[in-house]
Structures are given as C-alpha cells and as structure tokens.
C-alpha cells in the first residue's frame, strides 16, 4: 500500500494490496501443502512461519503450547484496542489422493482440513497489517495466533492458559475455516451457537466369565452392554426437548475372547455433544445414571471415565459476527454473504477462545461452481485457491473494523 497521511484504509486500497501479495499467499499455501506435519509435530511449519514473519519484521513469541507463535502487529498506546485472529496448523494422517502437483511430499499425512489455507491467509493478514502499522494507519494492536494440535490434544487451551490474551488485553477475536458446502470465496457466517461442546467417555462393564453353554452361570457384559447401548440413547429423545439437540455415539466396542465363551468384561468408547453447556452437564449425568443403573439391572457394574480432551461449545458473539457481515457487505457485496441455517454437532477449540473473550468463528467458501465437493478430511480434498484472496480481505478488514469498536 502507498504512504498515505490519514489514518484510514479505504476498501479499494486494501482489496488491490491483497491482489498483490495473493501470488505470495499461494507461494505460502503451496509449500505447507507440499510439507504437512501432524498435529503436536509441527516443527518444519512453525519454522516456515515464522521464517516469513522474520521476512516482513513481524514480532512474534515462538514454542508456545508446543509449536504455536504468538506474533503481533502494532500497539495499544493511546487507550487503542487489541484484537486477535487465529489459524490452526496442523494436517491428518490421510493418504492425498488429489494429484496436484504440489501434492503432500511427506507420506500419509494431508493437509485434508484446510489448515494450510488457514495459515497462509493468516500471514498475509500480517503482512497487510504490518504495512499499515509502517505506515502509521494501524489503530491498534492485532495478535496472530498460528496454532498447533487443533486435530488431536486441542492448542488453543494452553496457548490461552500461557496469557498470550493478555498484556496487551485482547478485546475480540476471530477466526475462520475453508468449508467445501459453499461457493468459492463467499463468507459463511453463523449468529450464536456454531458448533458443540464435546465430552469423550470410555464404559467399562463388567460382569461375571462363564462356559458359553452355562449363561445362568454368568452375567453376560455383551447383553448388557447391548441394553446400556439402546439405554442412552433415550437421552436425545426422552430426556431433552426435540429443540435441544443432543448427540450419543458409541463408536467402539470391544469385549470376549472366544465364540464360546460368556464375556466378563466390555469395554466401550464414544462422544456427546451438546449446543451449550448446561445441556452437556445434562446430558453427562444421565449417561452415567442410565449406564449404572442397566447394568445394575441384570448383575452388572458399569464405570464411566470422561477423557481429558473436553472441548466448550462454541458461540459465536452477534457484535463480532455482524462486524464480519458489515465488513463483508462493504468489501466483497452481500451476495457474497451466506448464513449457515443450523449449528454443527462438530467440535473446534477454537471455542476456548470464544469462551474467554467475545468473538466469532466464520468459514470461507471453497468450490468452485462444477467442480465435486470432497468432504474436509477427505484425501481428494483440493479446495480452489483463489478463495484465499477473500480470506484475506475478510480477515484483514474485519481486524481494521474490530479496532475501532
């Protein structure tokens, strides 16, 4: 962008500096691509990230959470405002099937989620504002926050609990995420609830081994896990009120040993998701009440155990959405808008930044029209590249249009 004496960015000037760094943006976007590591391994990408932040004079704190760089842009003199936007990293132990030339070089891992797109928008969001702030026409601070582990132990939590909202105290925050269900670079966006909060469980029942040809010896686990199994699923649809969704998958199970034999022991693993969080404490206590008291029912004991990887429902702040929407209507028109009609029973940590301050999770159309719509984590996932340009204005003006609430 030119020197410029005001302070302001019209639409113009910045639409036309993101079409000028948009070959550096796929530059970017190709070499992750081309380089995925998984989650909690991230050590090439974050090196790569923050050899461009080096590049552009970009301040940044690096090894947070594991891999995760905390970079900043500007400052808070003067009373101004501190805003953050999020990126995740890390890609999936997926096999690429997409035939690209800059195709995944590193044997069954994919970026199949986007995660790719996300940071290289993120960095060119940087570098936009970096020139602004070199310019004086950043009024404020904006937080980069490129994350690691967003598929597996969740890196937002720990960045978090580092103090990086902190010092200085960020106002607001965003993010966004490629979404294949929806054209090529249109902006979805979602008022309220997005998507649920998560609650991974391991049941363990168990009851009494005997010769297969005895049941009456024996408390048969496999039966009763059979009645646990159809037992919880009363919980969505007699316990909760049909506007409440609540979802119950048991999506393991693992018990006996021979065809003859009377199982003691089952063990089963699963999920629950819910909209909010006094649905899900709901929810929670009734598994472990229906689950207990079945197999209590015929001479068995089951013992439920809640995994570590909890993860809050994220809801979005209507303030924050509307700046996005404002924002999208002012630089892209709204036919480039696009509402999701319903909350996903899907789960992102990036709800641990929701939770902590007002903000809002956004996705970015990704098909082109004609082309097939491959699923997020499917190995022939190739989302349109040029989507990335309204990315980038979306994330960088939105960031402008944060400051000055």
Request: hydrophobic share 40%.
């Amino acid at each position: 962008m030119e020197p410029n004496t005001t302070t302001s960015v019209t639409p113009a000037e910045l639409i036309e500096a993101a079409k000028e760094l948009y070959p550096e943006t796929v530059r970017i976007r190709r070499h992750l691509h081309s380089h995925p590591e998984l989650s909690e391994h991230e050590e090439n990408t974050s090196r790569f990230v923050r050899s461009v932040l080096d590049e552009h004079g970009i301040s940044y704190t690096s090894g947070v959470a594991g891999f995760g760089i905390v970079a900043q842009v500007g400052d808070v003199k003067d009373g101004r405002r501190c805003i953050a936007v999020r990126a995740d990293m890390d890609a999936l132990p997926v096999c690429e099937a997409t035939g690209l030339e800059y195709a995944s070089e590193n044997p069954g891992v994919m970026h199949a989620c986007g995660h790719d797109m996300h940071t290289a928008i993120l960095l060119s969001t940087g570098i936009l504002l970096k020139k602004l702030d070199d310019e004086g026409r950043l009024n404020g601070a904006v937080k980069l926050f490129f994350q690691p582990a967003e598929e597996t132990v969740g890196g937002a939590s720990p960045m978090i609990e580092a103090g990086f909202l902190k010092n200085p105290d960020v106002s607001a925050v965003t993010a966004l995420h490629v979404d294949p269900e929806y054209p090529a670079g249109t902006i979805v966006l979602k008022y309220g609830p997005m998507n649920a909060a998560t609650g991974s469980f391991s049941l363990t029942v168990r009851g009494k081994s005997c010769h297969g040809a005895h049941p009456d010896a024996g408390i048969d686990t496999i039966v009763v896990s059979a009645q646990v199994i159809t037992a919880v699923q009363s919980i969505s649809s007699r316990f909760m009120a049909p506007t409440t969704p609540v979802v119950v998958t048991i999506g393991s199970i693992n018990g006996g040993t021979a065809g003859n034999i009377i199982a003691g022991e089952v063990v089963m693993r699963g999920t629950i998701r819910a909209l909010d969080m006094d649905t899900m404490a709901k929810a929670k206590s009734l598994f472990v009440q229906i689950a207990e008291n079945t197999a209590s029912a015929y001479g068995a004991s089951a013992e439920v155990q809640w995994a570590d990887d909890y993860y809050p429902a994220l809801i979005n702040d209507d303030d924050v959405t509307r700046a996005v929407e404002e924002t999208t209507d002012e630089y892209l028109g709204h036919d480039m808008v696009r509402h999701m009609p319903e909350p996903s029973l899907g789960a992102d940590d990036f709800a641990f930044f929701t939770q902590s301050v007002k903000g809002t999770y956004f996705n970015l159309g990704v098909t082109k029209e004609g082309d097939p719509v491959y699923s997020l984590h499917n190995e022939h996932f190739a989302p349109a590249e040029e989507a990335m340009l309204n990315g980038v204005i979306i994330q960088t003006a939105s960031a402008l249009k944060l400051l000055e609430k």
